[in-house]
């Protein structure tokens, strides 16, 4: 079964507007962390943002944000003023009991493209 | 501090040939893990270790596929022998138990072309 589902192939955003990364994740485990991963066409894969099952707020880190709706089992990133150097893939990822607590289960991406 | 170190970046083979792929973890970190991307089955898991040992091996696609931790410094993946479908971004990571979110650091990646 899919855990991690990332329904946008693509996406396209305005430099300086804000940008809605949808993902969706799939557990039975109360206790969880949601990930988000950047991959410019270099290669390399760069960590974002974190979000444990059990944090009372919303993570942000920067321009990055999560919108984290545990009820929807939902894990949206948000990047706001975008820039064109956020042209990039994006990877949502979780990790759970079921996954091994450790390993991170990716989501297909989402490949974001910002314009001038 | 240095990062997760790979080598080769790049490698192109011939069929047929063995491939060695290598990573020296993050000083400190007790998992290490292989992934590997490609274009149709976007990033999976190969096989992890923590403190060295082999925790899950079930993503290794078959018995060409080892992998090995002699020392908390040192991994290697190795296909032997190579088949195109193997072509692939193969990617090392480190992590510490006990860091708050447990994130990955991922190393930049071997691209394997096997002709």
């Known amino acids: 079964a899919q855990k991690i589902t990332q329904t946008q192939p693509g996406m396209f955003v305005q430099e300086k507007e804000a940008v809605t990364l949808d993902c969706t994740y799939d557990?039975?485990?109360?206790?969880?962390?949601l990930f988000w991963y950047k991959q410019p066409s270099s290669g390399e894969m760069i960590f974002l943002i974190y979000?444990?099952?059990?944090?009372?707020q919303n993570a942000t880190e920067g321009r990055y944000s999560l919108n984290f709706q545990k009820a929807r089992k939902s894990a949206n990133l948000v990047i706001s003023a975008s820039q064109l150097g956020d042209s990039a893939m994006y990877f949502c990822?979780?990790?759970?009991?079921?996954?091994?607590?450790?390993?991170?289960?990716f989501g297909t991406g989402t490949r974001l493209l910002v314009s001038p | 501090d240095a990062g997760v170190i790979q080598s080769p970046r790049h490698e192109v083979t011939e069929m047929g040939q063995e491939v060695t792929l290598r990573c020296k973890p993050i000083?400190?970190?007790?998992?290490l893990f292989w992934y590997r991307q490609t274009m149709m089955r976007g990033l999976e898991l190969l096989i992890y270790?923590?403190?060295?040992?082999?925790?899950?091996d079930s993503g290794m696609p078959e018995d060409r596929f080892s992998a090995k931790m002699p020392n908390a410094s040192f991994s290697t993946l190795k296909i032997q022998p190579s088949e195109p479908r193997d072509s692939a971004v193969y990617f090392c990571?480190?992590?510490?138990?006990?860091?708050?979110?447990?994130?990955?650091?991922f190393g930049e990646g071997s691209r394997l072309t096997v002709l």
């Open positions: 990571a480190s992590s510490l138990r006990g860091d708050r979110t447990g994130e990955l650091f």
């Open positions: 557990t039975s485990d109360p206790s969880y962390g």
């Open positions: 979000q444990g099952s059990y944090d009372q």
């Open positions: 990822a979780m990790r759970d009991l079921n996954t091994g607590f450790q390993k991170l289960v």
């Open positions: 000083s400190g970190h007790d998992y």
């Open positions: 270790f923590n403190n060295n040992v082999p925790i899950d």
